[in-house]
């Protein structure tokens, strides 16, 4: 067991666990962060995709060793500044409107690996969305509706 | 989008759709519906606040576990617990603790709820003890220690040898020898497709909560209510009060929790009640893909007379489906498949011959399509060989063919309305510019045809090393249950104005993406002339909701949309007629607070002028047909055999659009699975077991994979349903795979036979010699 202490939603955390515990099921069962989901429990379907300082990683692979002293997003924290005025931030208010989102497990991840391609200057190009969610797997959507919502938030829409 | 609005045939009085519910063309931009709603448990789920099985807590719960069988077929001669370990501080249970039968509820009841000492191990995998603890670190000491001693018996795994039948039919009508004999050409072909995973990103997950009075809850991922609280009643030996299900959010289902959580949540409630705790299943990726059940695999035979001029004159068609160990849902997949099987064509003389036999895999089970989608490769890849040798083009062969207005079909129903097999047909053609197109891709270059080889030149587009093709596929989809299906389950649904002034939809129908939640309001709402925002849907709860039939057969905005529109129609007349008749906005709120609460439950009336023989397999099917026509362009890279399939155009007849963006996203969705079935999704077996039972090993497609999407939605409605609806979230799957075998031929020039379409078996029929193995043309 060791102390770590790292920066969840903009907050600090600290909790004592073996340093190979997975990041995910510090969220999910220490911290009660639920958005964060497991879909495979091995790196293929990236529905636990979180920031880490601002990457996207799988949190099922993040052993709790890497995370002392870094600064961890979830969808949870995504729309802080927007929910304190009761409402979605631009990126999951398009998601809703061009219906991105069905069944909604792939959501969260989906959502952080697009707000990592936009925090990084990505652009409206299909192509190069598609490149960036590879590794979010949705069996819901055919993606479409994805890639169309996040290129209108890349192009500067307002849903 | 564009929406395609048929006239309504034979509107009879009272069953007019309400305007409210039509789209009028130009009403979507974008990606985005004008004044439609959008998804309501949508805000949840986008801020990671929507509650799925894994996400709910239980003080004190404990973790659940299965212990399966390794070997395909044995004798369990007993279960051995290694007595040098401490097993106080765990629960075991093995078939012995079951209070009721010992029987998973379904069609036949022939599979165990857990294989009991003395009985036959029937596929690898299979259920044989469980075993619960208060942490997983214990559960993951403990498991090896449960050892199984068994006797191996010898397993089957052809369907063809196998002398257990599950299910079989013949269908048929004409004389087939004399549509033979009157054929200019007479062409044979043989078409397989494996198992499918439907895949849901959300594997399955079972809670299971012991109640005071003896009874017990469980909360789940699921489809079918109702389905798993029969089995408890059956296995548990409980009453229908003592039993409760209770639907979490769900992460997709695509068929895949229909039967399933059936006997999950019996082996959660089993464990629940010896230990005397709440006990969570949540399986992990490995566990649900080796042991849950996936599409029927299937050996589709065609026998085919037609004229010179591309006219079917016989159909004579043998389907063997593979059901793996146990019966599931197999009769009523094996009778859609039989039923689908010859495609969308009128032909004079048809014989179907349908099968479907025991084997020692994993059973097989219900996944978007039904039956549907291995039948439809088949006749339409069929179809296309027959158009190729006779030298008439794809789309041309099959307007000479496809069904229309007062044609009949093999089972003798007589298609009196709700046809649009032409008009899907020609938007497809239209909107995807196929006749021109088709003239740059690798079939305007005659000469290769047959040769098995791709020369250099004209058929390359893009890089070098690709070919480039396009192909067409047409497809229909039985709207609803089979046969007599709905008027055997009864279904019920309700819709009340509480005491509160709230209006609500009280039924058993499952959201699980697919938009339940936010068109059955819009559906209420637009018969009572209130908003949509005024009408709340109860949550699924046993203890609360009617049974409203399963979430199954794309019948929920069909079928029990239309319980919902009728029962929202009677509660608004009984409401006005207190009120002389002033309209249902203006009065209802303080009709709930003088009045109290109302509550229509509405039960299914048979639809008028249906009728099935369900022995004899004559008559109405279905009520009504959905048609699909689907055009796909393709690119083979020729020295890797792998294709990337770019783009689709896909036009859906689905009788009436409720919610644009929804239907759209269903038809997206649907297609992309098809895909994958086409290309990518396989699993391969040894001795019985799936050795890909990974998401690192089971590929679907990722946002690279996928082609850029153009829907169409055409309205062709179903008099019978009120508002004309005949449902969407299959008619997509049946279509996808054989547009794009069709546009590999085009490419490449070979006929690719047995799915999925894999690099091996393209650069193998390539390199195959003319008329030789699956690259026979």
């Known amino acids: 067991m060791s102390a770590v202490r790292f920066l969840i939603n903009g907050a600090p955390a600290e909790v004592e666990v073996p340093g190979m515990r997975r990041l995910l099921d510090v969220l999910r069962e220490e911290l009660g962060l639920t958005g964060t989901k497991e879909g495979c429990g091995e790196g293929e379907c990236g529905a636990c995709s979180v920031l880490l300082d601002g990457q996207v990683v799988d949190a099922c692979l993040v052993p709790m060793s890497q995370v002392d002293g870094r600064i961890v997003r979830t969808v949870e924290g995504l729309s802080l500044a927007a929910r304190e005025r009761g409402h979605l931030d631009t990126l999951q208010e398009t998601f809703l409107r061009f219906g991105a ?59 | 989008m564009t929406t395609r609005t048929m006239p309504h045939p034979t509107a009879s009085p009272g069953r007019s759709a309400p305007d409210a519910l039509v789209v009028e063309p130009g009403s979507t931009v974008a990606g985005r519906a004008k004044g439609f709603p959008v998804r309501r448990e949508g805000p949840a789920k986008l801020t990671g606040a ?35 370990v401490d097993w106080s501080k765990v629960v075991v249970v093995t078939a012995e603790d079951i209070p009721g039968e010992n029987l998973v509820s379904a069609i036949k009841e022939d599979q165990p709820v857990l294989v009991p000492i003395g009985g036959e191990i029937r596929h690898h995998a299979e259920p044989v003890a469980l075993l619960a603890a208060p942490d997983r670190e214990t559960i993951r000491r403990l498991r090896p220690h449960v050892r199984l001693i068994t006797e191996p018996l010898p397993p089957e795994f052809n369907p063809e040898a196998s002398d257990h039948v599950f299910a079989q039919y013949e269908i048929g009508g004409g004389d087939l020898d004399a549509g033979f004999a009157a054929a200019d050409l007479i062409i044979e072909g043989e078409y397989r497709v494996g198992h499918q995973e ?89 566990e649900d893909i080796a042991a849950t059940t996936k599409r029927h695999p299937a050996i589709v035979r065609h026998r085919t007379g037609v004229k010179r001029d591309g006219t079917l004159v016989a159909q004579d068609i043998e389907v063997i489906m593979d059901a793996g160990a146990y019966c599931t849902l197999t009769p009523v997949v094996l009778s859609r498949g039989a039923l689908h099987s010859g495609g969308p064509y009128r032909c004079p003389n048809v014989r179907i011959r349908a099968r479907a036999t025991r084997t020692n895999t994993p ?68 909107a995807s510019d196929f006749e021109r197109l088709r003239l740059g891709t690798g079939h305007a270059n005659g000469e290769r045809r047959g040769s098995g080889m791709v020369p250099a030149g004209r058929l390359q587009s893009g890089s070098a090393r690709t070919a480039s093709g396009i192909g067409l596929a047409l497809g ?103 009120h002389d008749g002033r ?8 009709d709930a607070a003088t009045h109290g609460p109302t509550r229509i439950d509405q039960g299914f009336e048979p639809y008028p002028g249906i009728h099935f023989d369900d022995a004899t397999y004559r008559g109405d099917a279905y009520p009504a047909f959905g048609w699909a026509a689907c ?81 169409i939605l055409v309205e062709a409605p179903f008099s019978g349903a009120p508002h004309g609806a005949k449902g969407v979230g299959e008619l997509p799957m049946d279509v996808g ?11 490449v020039g070979v006929w690719i036979t047995e799915l999925p379409a894999t690099p091996e078996r393209i650069l193998a029929a390539m390199g195959a010699p003319p008329g030789d193995s699956t690259g026979a043309a």
Request: with cysteine; proline share 5%.
């Open chain 2, 631 to 711: 055009v796909v362009m393709v690119e083979v890279d020729l020295d890797t055999g792998e294709v990337a399939v770019r783009d689709v155009v896909a036009v859906d007849d689905v009788g009436r659009v409720i919610h644009p963006i929804l239907c759209e996203g269903q038809v997206e969705g649907g297609t992309l699975q098809a895909i994958g079935y086409a290309t990518i999704e396989e699993i391969k077996l040894d001795n019985g077991r799936y050795l890909n039972d990974r998401l690192a090993t089971y590929l679907i497609p990722t946002a690279l994979d996928a082609p850029r999407m153009r829907t």
């Open chain 2, 198 to 286: 439907q895949l849901y990103i959300e594997n399955n997950a079972m809670i299971a909560v012991p109640a005071e009075d003896g009874g017990m809850a469980v909360h789940g991922s699921l489809q079918c209510p109702y389905y798993v609280h029969k089995a408890m009643i059956k296995t548990l030996g409980l009453s229908a009060a003592q039993a409760r299900v209770i639907q979490a959010e769900t992460g997709g289902g695509f068929g895949g929790k229909e039967e399933y959580p059936s006997i999950l949540a019996l082996h959660a409630a089993l464990l629940a009640r010896k230990s005397g705790r709440p006990v969570r299943m949540i399986y992990d990726r490995h």
């Open chain 2, 50 to 84: 929507a509650k799925y099985t894994d996400d709910l807590v239980f003080p004190g719960a404990w973790y659940g576990a299965t212990i399966r069988s390794t070997e395909p077929r044995a004798r369990l001669i007993g279960i051995e617990l290694d007595p040098s």
């Open chain 2, 583 to 590: 309209p249902f906005a203006e009065v209802y709120q303080a």
């Open chain 2, 737 to 747: 795979a054989p547009a794009v075998i069709a546009a590999i031929h085009d490419a």
């Open chain 1, 101 to 159: 989102a069905q069944c909604g497990i792939c959501t969260p991840g989906m959502l952080m690996a697009a707000r990592a391609y936009l925090d990084a200057g990505g652009g409206p190009s299909p192509d190069a969305i598609r490149e960036a969610i590879a590794g979010n797997l949705c069996r819901c959507t055919g993606y479409q509706k994805i890639v169309d919502a996040i290129a209108a938030v890349a192009a500067g829409d307002r849903p």
């Open chain 2, 363 to 430: 059973p097989n089970g219900a996944f978007r399509g039904f039956g549907a989608p291995q039948v439809e490769f088949a006749v339409e890849t069929h179809l296309n060989r027959i158009a190729d040798r006779l030298g008439i083009a794809p789309d041309e062969i099959r307007r000479r063919n496809a069904y229309e207005l007062n044609d009949t079909t093999p089972t003798g129903q007589v298609l009196r309305e709700s046809v649009a097999a032409q008009e899907v047909l020609r938007l497809a053609v239209d």
């Open chain 2, 476 to 578: 229909w989809h039985g709207a609803g249950f089979t046969g007599s299906g709905e008027v055997h389950i009864g279904s019920v649904a309700s819709v009340e104005l509480g005491g509160d002034g709230r209006v609500r939809v009280l039924m058993g129908s499952t959201e699980m993406g697919q938009g339940t939640n936010t068109i059955f309001p819009l559906m209420v709402a637009g018969e009572l002339g209130i908003v949509a925002d005024a009408v709340d849907m109860a949550p699924v709860d046993t203890a609360f909701v009617p049974d409203s039939g399963p979430t199954v057969a794309s019948r929920t905005a069909m079928v029990v949309g239309g319980l919902c529109i009728d029962a929202a129609r009677r509660l608004r007349a009984e409401v006005e007629a207190r």
